[in-house]
C-alpha cells in the first residue's frame, strides 16, 4: 500500500509498501512457462498489434506468450492506482517504465477477465534508447515485461480528481478514468495539452477554449522548454490517424466519459494544442478546484504527469533522495495558487 502524507504545507511524500509487489510474488512460480507478470522478473510477450496514433507515437498491444493468467496484484492496481511496467531492451540490457492504457471499454470492467492484452501508448524520443528499439520491432516480436510498479494509489475515499496531462501522460489519467468509474459519486476533469493536433485529431473540449495570439505567438512554453520548434499537422497526417475523423486516444476518451455517466458525476476533457494556440491556463486550473458542498465530502486530488518540463512548470521538480524520486515541494504554477483542500502528486 502506498498513501501520501502531507509533511508541512506544500510537501508531500510517499510511502509505499510492497503489499501488490507481495500479492504478485504469491501468484509467481519460478521456472513456469505460464509465469504470470510479477515485479521480480521479465516475462515475456508478443506484440500483437500496433496501432499508429501519429507519426511519432503508437499503441503496441502485447499478448502474455503463454496465455498466463493475469495475477491478482494487476487486478488490484487496476481498481485504485496509476500503475506501469518496466519494458527491456535486452541488447543494452536497460529497462524504462510505460504506463498501460485500460482495456477498450466493452461492458467489461479492467480486472474482470482472466487474462488481459497489454496496451502501451509509447512515443519514439529521437535518439531515445528504448523508445527507437520498440518502434522498429516488427510484429510477433518478443517483449519482455516486469511489474505492476504502483506509482500512486488512490485514496479510498477519493471525491474528485483533476488531471494535468501533457502528450502521453494521457495514458495514466486513462487509468484513473477507468478506476473512478467504478467509484460511485466521484467526478473527474482532464485537462490535456498536446504539441500538436495529430494527436488527438477530433478531439472537442466539453467547454469552448478561446485561442490566445497574444500571450502565446510564436514558440510555446512548453514547446521552448522540450526544444522543438512550431509545426502543423499537414492535413495528409490528419487523415492517416484518424477514422471518421477522430483520432483511436479520442475515441477512448469519448468511450470512458460514457461508461462514467452511469454511476459517477462524470468525466470531463479539455483539449489543448500548442499549435492551435491554445495552452492551460491557472484560471482553468481554479475553477475546477471548488467544492461543491459540504456533504462532497472526501479527498480531492490534482495530478500531473507528462513531460519533465510539464511537470516541473505546474508544480514543481520531482527530487532524488537517498537514490530514491519524491515528490518535494510544490512548485510551479500549482504552488502559487490557492488550492483548498487539493493534494497534488507528480507523476
Ligand atoms: C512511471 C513512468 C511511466 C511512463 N510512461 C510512459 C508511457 O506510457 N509512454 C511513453 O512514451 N513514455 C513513458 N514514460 C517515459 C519512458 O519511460 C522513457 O523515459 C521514454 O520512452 C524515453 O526512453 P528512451 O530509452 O527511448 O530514451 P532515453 O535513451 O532515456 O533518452 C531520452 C531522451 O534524452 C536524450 N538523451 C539521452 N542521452 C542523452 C545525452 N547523453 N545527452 C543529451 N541527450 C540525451 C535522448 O535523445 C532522448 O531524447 C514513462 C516514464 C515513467 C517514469
Redesign the pocket.
Known amino acids: 500500500m502506498s498513501w501520501l502524507i502531507r509533511i508541512r504545507p506544500g510537501v508531500l511524500v510517499v510511502f509505499g509498501s510492497s503489499a501488490i509487489g507481495g500479492a504478485a510474488y504469491r501468484h509467481f512460480k519460478p521456472g513456469s512457462a505460464e509465469a504470470s507478470l510479477n515485479p521480480h522478473t521479465f516475462t515475456p510477450y508478443t506484440l500483437v498489434d500496433k496501432q499508429d496514433v501519429s507519426d511519432t ?1 503508437a499503441i503496441f498491444t502485447l499478448r502474455h506468450r503463454d496465455g498466463a493468467p493475469d495475477p491478482e496484484s494487476v487486478k488490484e492496481a487496476w481498481k485504485r492506482s496509476v500503475w ?1 511496467v518496466q519494458v527491456k ?1 535486452p541488447q543494452l540490457q ?1 529497462a ?4 498501460l492504457l485500460p482495456p477498450k471499454t466493452d461492458g467489461i470492467q479492467a480486472g474482470e477477465k482472466e487474462a488481459e492484452d497489454v496496451r ?4 519514439e ?8 528499439y520498440l518502434h522498429r520491432l516488427a510484429e510477433k516480436s518478443t517483449i519482455e515485461l516486469r511489474g505492476p ?1 504502483v ?1 500512486c494509489e488512490l485514496p479510498h475515499d477519493i471525491k474528485e480528481v483533476l488531471f494535468l496531462a501533457g502528450g ?1 501522460g494521457i ?1 495514466p489519467a486513462m487509468q484513473v478514468a477507468q478506476a473512478l468509474g467504478r467509484r460511485t459519486g466521484s467526478k473527474m476533469h482532464i485537462l490535456w495539452a498536446n504539441r500538436r493536433r495529430e494527436e488527438c485529431i477530433g478531439g472537442v473540449s466539453d467547454e469552448h477554449i478561446p485561442a490566445n495570439p497574444i500571450i502565446h505567438s510564436g514558440t510555446s512554453w512548453w514547446r521552448s522548454l522540450i526544444g522543438l520548434g512550431h509545426t502543423a499537422a499537414p492535413q495528409a497526417v490528419v487523415d492517416k490517424h484518424s477514422s471518421q475523423g477522430k483520432g483511436v486516444l479520442v475515441q477512448e476518451l469519448e468511450a470512458l466519459k460514457e461508461c462514467s455517466q452511469a454511476g459517477t458525476r462524470g468525466l470531463s476533457v479539455q483539449y489543448y494544442v500548442d499549435a492551435e494556440k491554445t495552452f492551460i491556463k491557472p484560471g482553468d486550473v481554479a475553477k475546477r478546484l471548488h467544492v461543491e458542498g459540504p456533504e462532497e465530502k472526501g479527498s480531492r486530488l490534482i495530478l500531473v504527469s507528462g513531460p519533465d518540463g510539464f511537470i516541473e512548470h505546474w508544480a514543481g521538480k520531482k527530487l532524488w533522495v537517498g537514490g530514491r524520486e519524491v515528490q518535494g515541494e510544490i512548485g510551479g504554477v500549482l504552488g502559487q495558487m490557492d488550492l483548498k483542500d487539493w493534494n497534488v502528486f507528480k ?1
Open positions: 507515437s506501469s531492451q536497460i524504462r517504465a510505460y504506463t502501451l501508448l509509447i512515443r524520443e529521437e535518439g531515445g534508447e528504448v523508445s527507437t510498479n506509482e502521453t495514458a507523476l
